[in-house]
């Protein structure tokens, strides 16, 4: 079966850090670009990092760029997401996908950061 399922998220202090993990099966990520979007209350979902196949090149929003760091794991068929420097506007809830042939959506995970 086909899935993706994001993990890691939590309540964090501003300043703090996070590392998120999608697990996918049924396919496998180094065949495919991966991306990381997010999505607010009340706001549309946005992308804000993207790895390549084999995690060759990566790219990022200017929203997220120095703060975020994309990564892949073949052998555990694994993308990451470590996000630094937690902004309260970081608060989200984040989800991983294929950037093209995208899948159905997963539950994502909630990101929240506030003091």
């Known amino acids: 079966q086909v899935q993706l399922v994001e993990s890691g998220g939590g309540l964090v202090q501003p300043g703090g850090s996070l590392r998120l993990s999608c697990a996918a099966s049924g396919f496998t990520i180094s065949s495919y670009v991966m991306s990381w979007y997010r999505q607010a209350p009340g706001k549309e979902r946005e992308l804000v990092a993207t790895?390549?196949?084999?995690?060759?090149?990566?790219g990022y929003a200017d929203s997220v760029k120095g703060r975020f760091t994309i990564s892949g794991d073949t052998a555990k068929n694994t993308v990451y997401l470590q996000i630094n420097s937690l902004k309260p506007e970081d608060t989200a809830v984040y989800y991983c996908n294929r950037r093209y042939r995208t899948l159905n959506w997963g539950q994502g995970t909630q990101v929240t950061v506030s003091s």
């Open positions: 790895i390549t196949r084999a995690g060759g090149n990566t």
